[in-house]
């Protein structure tokens, strides 16, 4: 099993800034990406932004140039620093990992978080 234990979420005004992190804990082998998705009422989980192991990134189009996905290998933490949000922002925001659990077993993992919630409003 892997945990997530987030952290970092509140309210803020539209323009401000937010950072969300999050550490994976428990049968980690070996970390392949770590990444994060957010959910607004009455809408669809949404990939927001991933990091893979070797440090690339991706990014949904709508966070492109204010957010930035980053991670600490050592401490097996992502990090999601969220700069000019926006209302639109608003939504619950899920840490996923994939992982493998053991040197020996191939199989790939997903693990979620418990969610944070992320309110941008004046």
């Known amino acids: 099993q892997v945990q997530l234990a987030e952290s970092g979420g509140g309210l803020v005004q539209p323009g401000g800034s937010l950072r969300l992190s999050c550490a994976a804990s428990?049968?980690?082998?070996?970390?392949?990406?770590m990444g994060w998705y957010r959910q607004a009422p009455d809408k669809q989980r949404e990939l927001v932004a991933t990091i893979f192991n070797r440090g690339t990134t991706t990014y949904a189009d709508s966070v492109k140039g204010r957010f930035t996905i980053s991670r600490d290998n050592a401490k097996n933490t992502v990090y999601l620093q969220m700069n000019s949000l926006k209302p639109e922002d608003t939504a619950v925001y899920y840490c996923k990992t994939v992982t493998r659990r053991t040197g020996t077993d191939l199989r790939v993992y997903d693990d979620w978080g418990q969610g944070t919630q992320v309110t941008v409003s004046s």
């Open positions: 428990g049968s980690i082998f070996r970390i392949i990406a």
